[in-house]
């Protein structure tokens, strides 16, 4: 029974007669209490108007009997909630049936993999759960492998779930050996120095600086290819510290590391025209990084030993204190984890942070020689993460894909 529970969630053809239900029931539910109100009024009504104490007696057993229906109707909701709770328990997550409804995903039955609706009819869905384009090393359950079980990325049911730590915890190490290297990023005209990046549908966004913070170099990268598109240089940017992409408004932001300001600019500006106009910000605090979580909806901001969930008008939700003091370089976020990029003593590393409590959920170590992380970010498929760092005395940055960050196994 509970195998079938699990595969009913992932059938599309299923995921599509349950959505149909489940549309009609929500209707039935919104119309039936009123239906109801109205019949037990005229009911009262009649009981007002009736003659003699049979008549009475039988308007108010009708009166009774609709109070119930119509409470009845109102515990659904909960009794479906609880219902999922207990199965939640037995460890079978059928309440993503209704999430993978809620948020516009259903089912590849090519790949098997669960796809996120990319909101706009003439681009393509992206893979949110297996079908890695990075070859697992061994021992690394990756997107889609039978060990991975397919779909590793977390459920807005199961965030709260997942165990949190006191102390500095390494849940697994990421090497250049076992990543595949995507882009190599050129400077120009003494502008080499790595700072933020962001993932869109098709590209990557970097951004570099001079060594004075008076000018940054701002390139788009095909994710895929590796073929430089755009190259662009600003004035104002400043530091250039993170950068986000959110879909929804197709806007690139750039935190600058200069007190409480951000920038942002369309992304059709500067695939289109190569040129970029922004426009400035003010946050409530003073910011480094910048990140966006498409799943959430929300945004995530970084300085010093905070970091800050926003919602999507840039309203401060949360304060997070992290594990680690000092101020961190770009941040990512993805599906209610906030991803902080920091470096210490012993090399780079990124912390997660649920969204939802601010807990810290533990730490991936990154080592690639003397290369600096500055940033991650979501690829866009399976577990697929990117990672941009900065080789000092090199004239090139790279961009490394792995998929070592597994939400999957995280318990």
Not at 114 to 142: A, C, F, R, T, W
Request: proline fraction near 1%; charged fraction near 15%.
């Amino acid at each position: 029974m509970m195998l079938f529970l699990e595969e009913v969630c992932s059938n599309q053809n299923i995921l599509a007669v349950i959505y149909f239900v489940w549309t009609i029931v929500s209707w039935v539910l919104r119309i039936v209490p009123i239906i109801l109100i109205v019949m037990v009024s005229l009911d009262f009504a009649k009981n007002v108007m009736a003659n003699g104490a049979d008549a009475m007696n039988k308007n108010l057993k009708m009166v009774i009997s609709r109070i119930i229906s119509c409470v009845l109707c109102f515990l659904v909701p909960s009794f479906v909630t609880t219902l999922n709770t207990i199965l939640g328990d037995f460890g079978v997550n059928y309440s993503k049936c209704f999430d993978n409804i809620a948020n516009g995903v259903h089912v590849d039955n090519n790949s098997g993999s669960l796809i996120e609706d990319s909101g706009n009819d003439n681009k393509p869905n992206v893979n949110i759960g297996g079908g890695s384009s990075v070859k697992p090393s061994s021992g690394v359950s990756g997107g889609g492998s039978s060990s991975s079980g397919g779909d590793s990325v977390l459920s807005k049911s199961n965030l709260s779930k997942l165990k949190s730590y006191k102390d500095v915890t390494i849940l697994d190490t990421i090497t250049k050996e076992e990543s595949q290297k995507k882009v190599s990023v050129v400077g120009e005209k003494h502008i080499g120095i790595a700072q933020g990046f962001c993932v869109t549908n098709d590209y990557f966004i970097t951004a570099q600086v001079n060594s004075s913070n008076t000018k940054a170099l701002i390139q788009m990268y095909n994710k895929n290819s590796g073929k430089q598109i755009k190259s662009v240089t600003v004035g104002n940017f400043h530091h250039a510290n993170g950068m986000a992409y959110n879909k929804s408004n197709d806007s690139i932001y750039v935190a600058l590391n200069d007190g409480k300001k951000y920038l942002s600019f369309p992304l059709s500006d500067l695939k289109s025209n190569g040129k970029i106009t922004s426009n400035s910000h003010q946050f409530s605090k003073s910011i480094s990084g910048i990140a966006y979580d498409r799943i959430y909806n929300q945004y995530y901001f970084a300085k010093g030993g905070l970091v800050y969930v926003a919602d999507s008008n840039f309203k401060l939700i949360k304060t997070i204190k992290k594990i680690r003091s000092g101020t961190p370089q770009d941040i990512g976020g993805y599906n209610g984890i906030i991803m902080v990029v920091v470096g210490n003593s012993s090399g780079d590393a990124i912390d997660l942070y649920r969204s939802t409590d601010g807990d810290y959920l533990g730490s991936y170590k990154v080592q690639f020689s003397n290369w600096e992380l500055q940033s991650v970010d979501y690829f866009g498929s399976g577990n697929t993460f990117s990672l941009y760092f900065n080789t000092h005395g090199n004239s090139k940055d790279y961009i490394y894909n792995t998929d070592k960050i597994n939400f999957g196994k995280l318990k």
